[in-house]
C-alpha cells in the first residue's frame, strides 16, 4: 500500500510541477534572470508552496505516525554548517546553469527530449561520487530505521 501512496504522490508532485511551468527549463532560467527579461510568474508558484506548507507543517509535525501508520520522520537538526551552505550553494549553481532541480527533471523525463535525461544522469553520478566519498572519509551515516 505504501508503494501505491507513493506512487501516487510522486505522480501528483510531477503533474503539479509540470503544470506550473516548473518543468521548463527556459521559464524557470527567466524566474532567475533578474537583470534580464525577468518573469515573476514562478513566484506565485513558490508562494502557494509556502502557503499550503506553512498551513500543513505544523500539523504535520504534532504527528507520531503518518497517514499509512508508519513511524513520523522529520529532521530534528537546525544547525546551519558549512556542509549545508556548500550544498545550498552548489544547488543554487546547478538550478541556475541548467534550469533544473531533482524533482522538475524527473518530472520533465515524461516530456521527452535529451536534456532532462543529460541532468539526472549527471544528477546521479555526482551523488554517486559523493557517496564514494562520504564512504572514504567515514563520514558515512546509516539511515534512522
Given at each position: 500500500m505504501s508503494i501505491v501512496f507513493a506512487l501516487l504522490s510522486g505522480l501528483l508532485f510531477g503533474l503539479g510541477l509540470i503544470v506550473s511551468?516548473?518543468?521548463d527549463?527556459?521559464?524557470?532560467?527567466g524566474f532567475l534572470d533578474l537583470a534580464g527579461k525577468?518573469?515573476?510568474?514562478?513566484?506565485?508558484?513558490?508562494g502557494g508552496a509556502i502557503l499550503i506548507?506553512?498551513?500543513?507543517?505544523?500539523?504535520?509535525?504534532k504527528q507520531e505516525k503518518t497517514i499509512l501508520g508508519s513511524r513520523m520522520?522529520?529532521?530534528?537538526?537546525?544547525?546551519?554548517d558549512r556542509r549545508l551552505v556548500v550544498g545550498g550553494l552548489t544547488f543554487g549553481v546547478g538550478w541556475g546553469l541548467a534550469g533544473y532541480c531533482p524533482g522538475p527533471a524527473l518530472a520533465s523525463l515524461v516530456q521527452g527530449g535529451a536534456k532532462p535525461?543529460?541532468?539526472?544522469?549527471?544528477m546521479l553520478g555526482g551523488m554517486a561520487l559523493f557517496e564514494l566519498i562520504e564512504r572514504s572519509k567515514g563520514e558515512h551515516k546509516s539511515k534512522p530505521a
Open positions: 511551468g516548473m518543468s527549463p527556459a521559464k524557470v532560467l525577468w518573469d515573476p510568474s514562478l513566484a506565485f508558484v513558490m506548507g506553512s498551513l500543513v507543517f505544523p500539523f504535520a509535525t520522520r522529520l529532521p530534528t537538526t537546525t544547525k546551519i535525461w543529460v541532468f539526472v544522469i549527471a
